[in-house]
């Protein structure tokens, strides 16, 4: 079963670009990767999705190499509220399986 | 998007009691699931509900502890059975809207449950 793996912890200030990477080595050929937020006491909340190269909205961009062995979220200038878990998961066959998050801490 | 409501948004129950959750959507959606989020944990995928059929339970569900129904393409319901303090956690309802499933996954508000 395919599983990611992505820092427990980042901090960083607002203002900054914070890059978070998840690693997921053997995923699989039909499976696409998935990025949401949760802020305590909520449900996740869609972020991104893609399947290989780079995907940006009005939130975040989404880097995927080649071998779609890694991919990388990328959040630009981000702001205290932007403090929150974030998850990098695989949407296989409409089913989100969750690894453990990155906790990203903000601070002024 | 999908907007999804979820009742109670929570509960405390005694322990050898039954919660029924609640989750209504505002739009037909093709997928429907069930998770639970214990305290400080990351999300676990309890069943997918499939509508007019039994729910197909991941590995470490049981369909006797959590009986989970789905009507049709806007309602489902999930209910934790016999329960123990081991089951107090945050049971979210999840939705794949129309676009089947690599359409966005959208994520009901959560009921707390605390079982004493």
């Known amino acids: 079963l395919a599983k990611t793996t992505q820092p427990i912890s980042m901090d960083s200030y607002e203002g900054q670009e914070v890059n978070i990477t998840c690693s997921h080595n053997?995923?699989?050929?039909?499976?696409?990767i998935t990025w949401y937020q949760q802020f305590p006491s909520q449900g996740p909340r869609f972020i991104i999705q893609g399947y290989k190269t780079k995907v940006t909205n009005e939130v975040a961009s989404l880097f995927i190499p080649a071998d779609r062995k890694s991919s990388t979220l990328s959040l630009p200038r981000v702001s205290l509220s932007d403090t929150a878990v974030y998850y990098c998961?695989?949407?296989?066959?409409?089913?989100?399986?969750f690894g453990q998050g990155t906790e990203l801490s903000v601070k002024p | 998007s999908a907007v999804i409501s979820q009742k109670p948004s929570r509960d405390i129950c005694q322990r050898g009691t039954s919660l029924t959750i609640q989750c209504q959507v505002d739009?037909?959606?093709?997928?429907m699931f069930w998770y639970r989020q214990q305290p400080g944990q990351s999300l676990t995928l309890i069943a997918t509900a499939n509508q007019g059929s039994e729910a197909t339970y991941e590995s470490g569900f049981v369909i006797d502890k959590f009986p989970i129904s789905r009507p049709n393409l806007t309602f489902s319901t999930l209910t934790v059975s016999n329960m123990s303090p081991e089951d107090s956690s945050i049971y979210l309802c999840?939705?794949?809207?129309?676009?089947?499933?690599?359409?966005?996954?959208?994520f009901g508000p959560g009921t707390r449950l605390t079982v004493l």
């Open positions: 998961l695989f949407n296989q066959g409409g089913k989100l399986i």
């Open positions: 053997n995923i699989a050929t039909n499976d696409y």
């Open positions: 999840s939705v794949v809207g129309a676009g089947g499933f690599t359409d966005t996954q959208y």
């Open positions: 739009s037909q959606v093709t997928m």
